[in-house]
């Protein structure tokens, strides 16, 4: 008999052979799969740049803040997210537990990947078609947060394995709890415990209860949905002093704030609530005051995460009972100190980008540094300073002729620097008055004309390193225009006749001013020059240059020459003696130019940031200030006492207050547009400069500019001890125009024998006042306008005549 297998029919295939088949083919998908998955798997991982987890925390990123000298928090330097990290010893052991409990409970038992969460949470996903549970352990969103992205895709997820893998290898669980628990966010733009505790609470992390952690420890799931707190409109039958706050932006679709808004925001600023910064920004729609209103949801999740601590042992009944009943109160924290405006923060900003891009960062990676760094950044301000300042600058009755521009801003406007000389430290700072909010036009680094006030920088403290003294006679008066083209006038059309330089200082004799330029680079001795009423042998360029080296040696950086404008620069007697410049100078370097007299003749640039810490506490930056001797001790000490007159009997009175020792120099420019005091104590020196915006006209002179000078000074110095400035050695005293005069040991007055002319020029000062007094009625009270520059080179020829040019269409001072 045949077997059986030749008697089956043909094309006929057993089922078990079908199944044997099948199960090869699924066999061969599933290694055709496996292939193709460990092939993209293994590209992902070849493509996934490399990192080194022991570097974590240059990889954070924190919120930099900036410090007075006192060492309190001024600033933080918030741009999109606040963030602070804290060691994770600093943390309470209730919120790691908490954090651990809701968030990745096998946590100490997986080496970065919880497979038993991963196969639950692929079911899930598979029967939903979404991403909804990724399964991430905290390792894996550690991952995300410092290397990855927030991308849902499937080369994301496997890249956060990879790096979990690596980060698990390298580091500790608590290192790894200290990386996520600073790097998670938190809703409203905080990022790390540190910050959402100070945020919502307004407390240190380490403070926190165990309410308190089990709240926040559920905002990390969703964050804006499990947020602390919502914000709602004020409403009228609000308790304002019993609400939480809270300023939001605006933006330039928003509604305009309404009366009713504004109203809401000076009673809160009444009540203490918003400070007068926040107040001006609401006033000017860039702030809206809301109220922070207790999220329900937030307490919905912190009821899971305790359950959750409670099953897994963490806590007992008796703490999950009394958690559960304990009433969490929102307490805003602030970013900043209150009653300070941003002008001096700018400033530092400004600063440190410049110092980290001078320390080798690009432009990009120095403001990145700066807000997401972590820096610690130090500043000489004194709060206290500050705040007087701000107060002072800000009281509406030191100015007149109020107005607001087109734009709303009040005018006029202010700004003011004080500095202490003897340390270079710039301790206070405003750049205007009823403005507040970031990006503001800061005046005290705006150049305005400074006019009279740029004569001792200018003029004399360059002519007395070139052999002038206080006691060297000139005849105030007109000059003839048959000898000069055109004369500078002074104030009120007041003339000294024959006097000194002393007087010529204290009174802002612009005629004066103006010889004296002209004689820094004259023989005195020359018997043409003494025995002729101005100087015939001279160098107008040597003049004028050694001015420029002295205002640039003193920290002046916006002086025009010819090799930047040809036809308009400051290379002439009217800018550098009369302050026409063609730019001018800002509050900022005029404080610290009139430093070197107040500093025994020795200059240094004013700084504002004292020292920068990294994140981890490296020290990056140092301020170490380079003086300079300017002049000497001596020319300081007889400048400054020749100051000290303008105060006591000069154009400077209104800048006098008792119990200290001031000096100071008025400036006022053409049309009264710009009105300056610039002056110092033996503490401190300070500018004050006030002007509108556009230039228009004030309703005042300089003697307000020095009446705000002494309001400020006279506040600041009231709990300081008297004062005298110090006289060195060196210094000799001598007759000279009826007074006793203080000379440089070795030096001799210049031009003495020429006070016996008195008489007869009285004579001729009259005369030439009547006729010039027509030629003279369209201009303004001292405006040189366009005295022409002397182009005699030590001319020795009787007849030579001095003929001075302006860069430009000057405006000069008034005082």
Not at 597 to 609: I, M, Q, R, T
Request: contains cysteine.
């Amino acid at each position: 008999m045949k077997d059986s297998k030749n008697n089956k029919p043909r094309g006929m295939i057993k089922l078990s052979s079908i199944i044997k088949i099948l199960m090869l083919l699924v066999l061969t998908a599933i290694i055709i799969m496996g292939t193709i998955g460990t092939s993209v798997v293994l590209g992902v991982f070849k493509k996934a740049p490399e990192i080194d987890p022991t570097k974590y925390r240059s990889q954070l990123s924190e919120t930099s803040r900036i410090y007075a000298s006192d060492g309190s928090l001024i600033e933080t330097l918030v741009s999109d997210q606040f963030s602070e990290f804290v060691p994770i010893e600093e943390m309470p052991e209730n919120l790691v537990n908490a954090i651990v409990a809701i968030e990745d409970e096998r946590f100490y038992e997986h080496n970065g990947v919880d497979y038993k969460r991963v196969a639950g949470a692929l079911v899930h996903d598979i029967k939903t078609r979404s991403f909804e549970q990724g399964a991430s352990t905290i390792t894996m969103q550690l991952a995300k947060n410092l290397y990855t992205s927030f991308s849902k895709s499937v080369v994301r997820k496997i890249t956060d394995i990879y790096y979990a893998y690596q980060i698990e290898e390298t580091l500790t669980k608590p290192q790894i709890l200290e990386a996520y628990l600073n790097s998670a966010g938190f809703s409203k733009g905080t990022v790390g415990v540190q910050a959402a505790a100070k945020t919502f609470f307004s407390k240190d992390v380490s403070d926190l209860t165990l309410a308190e952690c089990a709240l926040l420890a559920g905002v990390t799931n969703l964050p804006e949905k499990y947020t602390p707190y919502n914000t709602q409109l004020i409403e009228e039958g609000d308790d304002l002093g019993n609400i939480e706050v809270v300023l939001l932006p605006k933006n330039e679709n928003s509604e305009p704030n309404s009366d009713k808004t504004i109203e809401i925001a000076k009673n809160l600023n009444e009540l203490g609530k918003i400070d007068s910064f926040d107040l001006i920004q609401v006033k000017n729609d860039l702030l809206m005051p809301v109220k922070a209103v207790f999220n329900e949801t937030s307490k919905e999740r912190q009821k899971k995460v305790l359950k959750k601590m409670l099953e897994q042992n963490l806590i007992t009944e008796a703490d999950y009972e009394q958690a559960l009943n304990e009433e969490i109160e929102i307490n805003i924290g602030s970013r900043k100190e209150s009653g300070i405006s941003s002008f001096y923060t700018d400033v530092v900003q400004k600063n440190t980008l410049k110092i980290l891009k001078n320390s080798g960062y690009s432009e990009e990676e120095a403001s990145n540094k700066l807000f997401n760094g972590g820096l610690k950044i130090y500043t000489p301000m004194d709060i206290k300073m500050q705040k007087t300042l701000e107060d002072v600058v800000a009281n509406p009755k030191y100015y007149y002729g109020v107005f607001r521009d087109k734009n709303g801003i009040i005018q006029p406007q202010v700004a003011s620097v004080i500095i202490d000389q003897n340390t270079h430290e710039v301790k206070a700072l405003v750049g205007g008055r009823n403005v507040s909010g970031g990006r503001l036009l800061n005046r005290a680094l705006v150049p305005r004309q400074p006019g009279s006030a740029i004569k001792p920088i200018s003029v004399y403290l360059t002519a007395f390193n070139n052999g002038a003294t206080a006691g060297d006679v000139y005849l105030d008066a007109k000059m003839p225009e048959k000898l000069f083209g055109h004369s500078p006038r002074n104030a009120g059309n007041y003339y000294q006749g024959w006097t000194t330089i002393r007087n010529l200082v204290r009174q802002s004799s612009n005629v004066g001013a103006f010889q004296v330029a002209r004689d820094i680079s004259a023989d005195k001795d020359a018997r043409v020059n003494r025995n002729s009423t101005y100087s015939k042998s001279y160098n107008d360029e040597e003049s004028i240059n050694k001015m420029i080296d002295t205002l640039k040696s003193i920290g002046v950086s916006t002086i025009v020459e010819k090799e930047d404008n040809p036809v308009y620069n400051d290379m002439a007697y009217a800018p550098l003696t009369l302050g026409g410049m063609s730019y001018g100078i800002s509050p900022f370097e005029m404080a610290g130019a009139f430093t070197a007299l107040s500093n025994e003749g020795k200059y240094a640039d004013p700084y504002v940031v004292t020292k920068i810490e990294s994140n981890t506490g490296e020290i990056i930056y140092e301020a170490k200030p380079v003086e300079k001797q300017i002049t000497s001790k001596q020319n300081a000490y007889i400048l400054t006492d020749m100051l000290r007159d303008v105060v006591r009997r000069g154009t400077g009175k209104n800048a006098a207050f008792s119990g200290q020792d001031v000096a100071g120099k008025t400036g006022t420019t053409n049309d009264k547009k710009d009105v300056w005091f610039v002056g110092y104590t033996p503490y401190y020196t300070c500018s004050v400069w006030i002007g509108n915006d556009k230039n228009q006209r004030l309703s005042f002179g300089s003697t307000q500019s020095a009446y705000l000078w002494k309001q400020i000074m006279r506040e600041i110095h009231e709990d300081l001890d008297r004062k005298e400035f110090e006289q060195p050695d060196g210094i000799y005293t001598k007759y000279v125009n009826g007074r006793r005069e203080l000379f440089v040991d070795g030096t001799t007055p210049n031009y003495t024998n020429k006070l016996g002319w008195r008489r007869s020029s009285e004579s001729t000062t009259k005369k030439t006042t009547k006729k010039n007094d027509d030629n003279n009625k369209n201009s303004n009270n001292d405006n040189s306008k366009s005295s022409k520059s002397s182009k005699s080179s030590k001319s020795k020829s009787s007849s030579s005549k001095s003929s001075s040019k302006s860069s430009k269409t000057v405006t000069n001072n008034n005082d």
